[in-house]
């Protein structure tokens, strides 16, 4: 963690034991992000405060996201995941409402442990875990696909939108990516945030928990959690995927997804800003754009 962090982190953890002694009492920081900050009670299990908004709309917007990562924790207790972790919850959303901690609501839960590394790191290993353990966590929330209490992930019309400012063969890609992708993406339940920061790994380097669900949905691709994997460990992270479902991955699906993600981005943006496209999204599109043309074997006219 950068240093301005560690002192925030213990800045708001100072602030919060002067208001809300109790709940902080033999605690630690533990970690501190944009929606909240999560202390170790160094008994085995974790505590998350989420930070208040000034705002009306911000407030019931922070309230509605703690209530449903909360009833993700929930959903998931019990359910097992081949050797993969998950924070389990510990009693009830506690609501707080003393002024000077910035602070409206907490919960606990279970700590899973990370282990100091006894191999020499290896990225490609660790990729390779990633992508066993995703694979490990989408079998293990299939089930949980029809559940009440889950968001449904659904792009606002096509997987693939047409972009209106692109020229004609671009969007003859689009659509003929957009058909591929809408027949064969494989449905289910995402994390929705799958990247190293949300892995615990143990002394090998293997991958022995995921945290932080906030973002978990049910989804029409859940390949989705690719997108935080970078370039270069895709491969491990296919391999390792596969490794686990026995069976390979369609080889056009998770460009495909890079795409309709990228896509998504660039219209939406377009959308709040006629005037205005992201310049950084520009390359991100034209790599995600020709790997799917090499895959797709279409040749612009």
Request: one cysteine or more.
């Amino acid at each position: 963690m950068a240093e301005d962090d560690t002192k925030l982190l213990h800045d708001i953890f100072n602030r919060l034991g002067s208001v809300y002694p109790d709940l902080t009492k033999n605690a630690t920081p533990f970690n501190n992000g944009n929606n909240g900050v999560v202390i170790d009670h160094n008994d085995g299990t974790l505590s998350k405060f989420a930070f208040s908004y000034s705002s009306v709309e911000g407030a019931a917007a922070a309230r509605e996201d703690f209530e449903y990562e909360w009833a993700m924790l929930k959903l998931m207790d019990g359910v097992t995941f081949d050797g993969i972790e998950v924070p389990r919850p510990i009693g009830e959303i506690q609501y707080l409402d003393q002024p000077g901690a910035d602070v409206f609501a907490t919960y606990r839960m279970t700590k899973i442990d990370a282990q100091k590394l006894s191999v020499p790191f290896n990225e490609a290993a660790c990729f390779y875990n990633m992508g066993r353990a995703m694979a490990q966590l989408h079998q293990g929330l299939a089930p949980l696909a029809d559940a009440p209490a889950l968001r449904r992930w659904r792009e606002h019309g096509d997987l693939i939108p047409q972009l209106p400012f692109m020229d004609e063969d671009t969007n003859k890609t689009l659509a003929k990516g957009n058909s591929y992708l809408t027949a064969n993406a494989m449905t289910g339940v995402h994390h929705g945030d799958y990247h190293f920061k949300n892995m615990i790994f143990d002394a090998q380097g293997r991958v022995i928990g995921v945290v932080d669900p906030a973002f978990m949905s049910a989804s029409d691709n859940i390949l989705r959690d690719f997108k935080e994997i970078p370039l270069k460990h895709r491969a491990s992270a296919i391999s390792g995927y596969e490794s686990v479902t026995g069976k390979k991955l369609d080889p056009l699906l998770v460009p495909l997804t890079d795409l309709s993600r990228v896509a998504w981005k660039m219209l939406i943006t377009s959308k709040s800003d006629a005037a205005f496209l992201n310049p950084a999204h520009k390359p991100e599109f034209d790599r995600a754009l020709k790997s799917v043309r090499d895959l797709l074997g279409f040749t612009p006219s």
